[in-house]
């Protein structure tokens, strides 16, 4: 197997490196938008062959050195009976909000049976590793106090600020779900787990601190003992970098918004960093990308554990081969061999 990514992720030399993109798997692709035509997203996500199907659709064609799972943070919530639908172009619409106390906690083998089938069938098959995930705490929150998606969470800051007791029973529920979901994909053969807390961004640090960071924390700390890389990923995370590090995960995940050396000057050298190039970036001339992603690997240079990706997911728009083409720029520039990037 290409274990590359798996190597990066420890810090360990590599001889070129890593890429893999969030959402790699979706609507960009019309091989993707042709079995979306015939199926709905949580259809797909329901049976392990189109999920294994959709999950390799980019591998070959991208040149990635990792896979990940195609489904979706919300999907043990729906499994568990909670109210919610997932809406393409709008994201989660939560009806009811569930009672965690009624839904009760995931028990993966009987609830999430056809995810942990999708991961076996895939770790048979793909010569990159596959990366699992689940959503955090805070951001399966937000859309379930919410109702959907928001700009500002003020609904979820509410109870998070005024309801300590239903805030807390709340946090701990989806904990139990994440890490439950996150062990078992890890038990059915998943190399590495990224733990998506997507608008944790939408907190000042002290927030952060005092009502997120022991959620994530247990989950990272929950992991531990499986040996995998565990990676933490949110969008506008700039001023909560060394939080979301103190979780306890092994890679931490960049948006474009903060340069790649001064975060990881910020995080220090014990952890790896993935990112982290701006997805619309590509919507641009091809220069433009070439020039941000050269940038990105200068940032990165000298220092192990620098996985290639982009800051958020890909867009919709764009183009497959300037995707590919970004693939082969990274391995080509940081191959052994090659001249280093100017
Ligand atoms: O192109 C596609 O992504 C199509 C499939 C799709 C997924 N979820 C798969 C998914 C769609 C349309 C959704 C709905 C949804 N759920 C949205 C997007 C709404 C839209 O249409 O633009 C959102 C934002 C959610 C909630 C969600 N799901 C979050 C916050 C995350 C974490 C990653 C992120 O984007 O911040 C997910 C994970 C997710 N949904 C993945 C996939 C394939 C896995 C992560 C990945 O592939 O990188």
């Avoid at 918004?257 to 970036?281: E, I, S």
Wanted: charged share 25%; with cysteine.
């Amino acid at each position: 197997m290409n274990d590359i990514f798996l190597r990066a992720c420890a810090r360990q030399p590599v001889p070129r490196t890593p890429v893999w993109y969030m959402r790699q798997a979706g609507r960009y692709q019309k091989e993707y938008r042709a079995i979306r035509e015939r199926h709905g997203i949580l259809e797909i996500c329901r049976s392990p062959e189109l999920t294994a199907e959709v999950t390799r659709l980019p591998v070959e064609r991208l040149g990635v050195d990792a896979a990940i799972l195609f489904s979706d943070i919300m999907v043990p919530l729906v499994a568990l009976g909670a109210d919610v639908r997932i809406e393409e172009g709008v994201g989660p619409v939560v009806g009811e909000p569930p009672d965690p106390s009624r839904l009760g906690p995931l028990e993966p083998d009987r609830d999430v049976g056809y995810v942990l089938e999708a991961v076996s069938m895939l770790v048979r098959e793909l010569d990159v590793p596959l990366i699992g995930f689940a959503g955090a705490p805070f951001t399966m929150a937000s859309y379930l106090i919410e109702g959907g998606p928001s700009r500002s969470f003020v609904r979820t800051k509410q109870v998070m600020l005024e309801d300590p007791g239903r805030w807390d029973e709340l946090m701990g529920w989806l904990t139990q779900v994440a890490l439950a979901s996150l062990r078992a994909q890890v038990l059915a053969g998943a190399h590495a787990v990224q733990l998506f807390d997507s608008w944790a961004g939408a907190l000042g640090p002290d927030d952060y601190a005092l009502h997120v960071l022991q959620y994530s924390r247990r989950i990272f700390e929950g992991l531990a003992d499986l040996g995998v890389p565990r990676i933490h990923f949110g969008v506008g995370t700039g001023g909560l970098l060394e939080l979301m590090r103190d979780a306890g995960a092994d890679v931490i995940g960049l948006d474009w918004r903060v340069p790649l050396d001064a975060a990881w000057d910020r995080l220090g050298a014990g952890v790896a960093v993935q990112g982290n190039l701006d997805p619309a970036a590509l919507l641009g001339p091809w220069e433009g990308v070439e020039e941000k992603t050269l940038r990105i690997l200068t940032q990165a240079e000298g220092r192990m554990g620098h996985v290639f990706n982009l800051g958020h997911g890909v867009l919709p728009e764009t183009d497959p081969d300037a995707l590919r083409r970004l693939t082969d720029l990274v391995h080509e520039r940081t191959g052994v061999g090659e001249e280093a990037p100017t």
